[in-house]
């Protein structure tokens, strides 16, 4: 697609229940990012791909979080057992990655996720 | 030391005049910079890049790199309320292979 696409939009899910994000990326970028954003808070980096691999998972809050990418391109975010701090917009984001001279990162509209 | 800092903000300025936003980073070898605008509500758009020292301009905005004191700004000239966004400073990493990392944002608010 022409941009970075996010489903779903909106997410309500019940406290302790899963949940899956998914991210479909710019056709051809490399690098992949998730980001989550608390209400009126800055970016909180999750985990960055390159390729299928994930290089920096530093971000993730805890081992109920994990993504996944296939095939280099659709990344998936699952949360686990989730709780009311998980509310939040998830944000993805890609570049074209390994050359310093096309790596600037386009967003998606993101996931809203209200855990009740 | 944080690799990408920004100060919070709010930077306050009036209709018209100029906005002066700065980020410092900490790899040397960084070779990318970037800025972004968000709206309230709305996801990171990018504004403007740039790679080598010195100042790039477009429009209203002029991106400065100054890679030996490691800082880049970005000039808003004839701001408008319409400008009032966080600006986020990105910069790429060249650990973890270009890894692009964003500074916490300046929040600007421009008064008529």
């Known amino acids: 697609g022409a941009g970075v696409s996010q489903s779903p939009s909106n997410k309500v899910t019940e406290k302790g229940k899963d949940v899956e994000l998914r991210c479909d990326p710019i056709s051809g970028h490399t690098a992949l990012y998730w980001y989550r954003q608390s209400l009126g808070q800055g970016l909180e980096f999750l985990i960055y791909f390159q390729g299928n691999s994930a290089p920096d998972k530093s971000g993730l809050p805890s081992d109920r979080f994990s993504a996944e990418r296939t095939g280099g391109s659709v990344s998936t975010l699952t949360i686990q057992r989730t709780q009311q701090e998980d509310s939040a917009v998830y944000l993805c984001?890609?570049?074209?990655?390994?050359?310093?001279?096309?790596?600037?990162?386009?967003f998606g509209q993101g996931t809203r996720l209200t855990v009740v | 030391q944080k690799e990408v800092e920004q100060n919070s903000g709010p930077l306050s300025v009036p209709e018209g005049a100029i906005a002066s936003l700065n980020c410092t980073y900490s790899?040397?070898?960084?070779?990318?910079f970037f800025w972004y605008r968000q709206y309230s509500g709305k996801s990171p758009e990018l504004i403007m890049f740039?790679?080598?020292?010195g100042d790039k301009e477009d429009g209203r905005f002029t991106a400065q790199l100054n890679k030996a004191s490691q800082y880049v700004s970005l000039l808003i000239r004839d701001s408008q309320p319409s400008d009032s966004a966080t600006y986020l400073c990105a910069v790429n990493i060249q650990e973890y292979g270009n890894k692009l990392v964003f500074g916490a944002g300046t929040i600007l608010r421009v008064k008529s």
């Open positions: 790899d040397r070898g960084s070779q990318s």
């Open positions: 740039i790679y080598s020292n």
């Open positions: 984001a890609s570049s074209g990655g390994e050359f310093y001279l096309n790596t600037e990162a386009f």
